[in-house]
T-cell receptor, first 112, second 112 residues
Framework: KQEVTQIPAALSVPEGENLVLNCSFT??????LQWFRQDPGKGLTSLLL?????REQTSGRLNASLDKSSGRSTLYIAASQPGDSATYLC???????????FGQGTTLQVKP | GAGVSQSPSNKVTEKGKDVELRCDPI?????LYWYRQRLGQGLEFLIY????????KSGLPSDRFSAERTGESVSTLTIQRTQQEDSAVYLC??????????FGDGTRLSIL
C-alpha cells in the first residue's frame, strides 16, 4: 500500500530564506508526483507536476525534484516571502487514473 | 465560472440526516474526483469518475456514501444517515488527460 510522508510537519523561517520541504513515498511505481499549496479554508492549488520519467520541474522560485528509486521528492523555495505561508502538500499518482495519495502536509510560516 | 465550484460551502446537519454535496467541474474536464479531509488528517481519496462512469470507488468508506455524475458535468456526493465521524471538508477536483487536478474550495460538513 502506497504511503506518503512529509517532513517537517511545520516550519517557521524568516523572510528571504531558502528552504526545502521533503516528501517520501513507499512504492516507487508511480505515474507522477505533484506538489500543491493549500491556504486556510481554501482548496488546493497545483504548484508543480513531475512525471515519473522526469527528475525535476521549475516554476519561478519553486523547484521540485523527484528520485523515484529512493522514493523521495523535495520542494525547494527560493527567497521565501510572507505570501508563501501556507500548507504544502505532496501527492503521488499510483497510475494514470489520476487518483492521488496525499501526505499530511508541511505548514510553512514565513515571518516578515 | 473558470474554476471548480462546490456547494454548499458549509453544511451543518444533525446526526442521522442525509446530505447531498454538489460539484461543478471545469468545462471540458472529463475526470472528476472526490476527496475527504478530516481535521488533522491528510486528504483521502473517495471516488473517481471518467465521464459518467466510476471506475474507482475504492475510497468510499461505507455503503452510506454514494456518488453520481451526469455526463461530463455536475457530480453529487450523497451521505445517508450521517454520523459524527463524517464531519470533514469534502473536496472535489477535475482534470483532463494527464494535466494537474484543479480543486474546488470544498464543502465543510459538520454533523451535530
Amino acid at each position: 500500500k502506497q504511503e506518503v510522508t512529509q517532513i517537517p510537519a511545520a516550519l517557521s523561517v524568516p523572510e528571504g530564506e531558502n528552504l526545502v520541504l521533503n516528501c517520501s513515498f513507499t512504492d516507487s511505481a508511480i505515474y507522477n508526483l505533484q506538489w500543491f499549496r493549500q491556504d486556510p479554508g481554501k482548496g488546493l492549488t497545483s504548484l508543480l507536476l513531475i512525471q515519473s520519467s522526469q527528475r525535476e520541474q521549475t516554476s519561478g522560485r519553486l523547484n521540485a525534484s523527484l528520485d523515484k528509486s529512493s522514493g523521495r521528492s523535495t520542494l525547494y523555495i527560493a527567497a521565501s516571502q510572507p505570501g508563501d505561508s501556507a500548507t504544502y502538500l505532496c501527492a503521488v499518482a499510483p497510475s494514470n487514473t489520476g487518483k492521488l495519495i496525499f501526505g499530511q502536509g508541511t505548514t510553512l510560516q514565513v515571518k516578515p | 465560472g473558470a474554476g471548480v465550484s462546490q456547494s454548499p460551502s458549509n453544511k451543518v446537519t444533525e446526526k442521522g440526516k442525509d446530505v447531498e454535496l454538489r460539484c461543478d467541474p471545469i468545462s471540458g474536464h472529463t475526470a472528476l474526483y472526490w476527496y475527504r479531509q478530516r481535521l488533522g488528517q491528510g486528504l483521502e481519496f473517495l471516488i473517481y469518475f471518467q465521464g459518467n462512469s466510476a471506475p474507482d470507488k475504492s475510497g468510499l468508506p461505507s455503503d452510506r456514501f454514494s456518488a453520481e455524475r451526469t455526463g461530463e458535468s455536475v457530480s453529487t456526493l450523497t451521505i445517508q444517515r450521517t454520523q459524527q465521524e463524517d464531519s470533514a471538508v469534502y473536496l472535489c477536483a477535475s482534470n483532463r488527460g494527464s494535466q494537474p487536478q484543479h480543486f474546488g474550495d470544498g464543502t465543510r460538513l459538520s454533523i451535530l
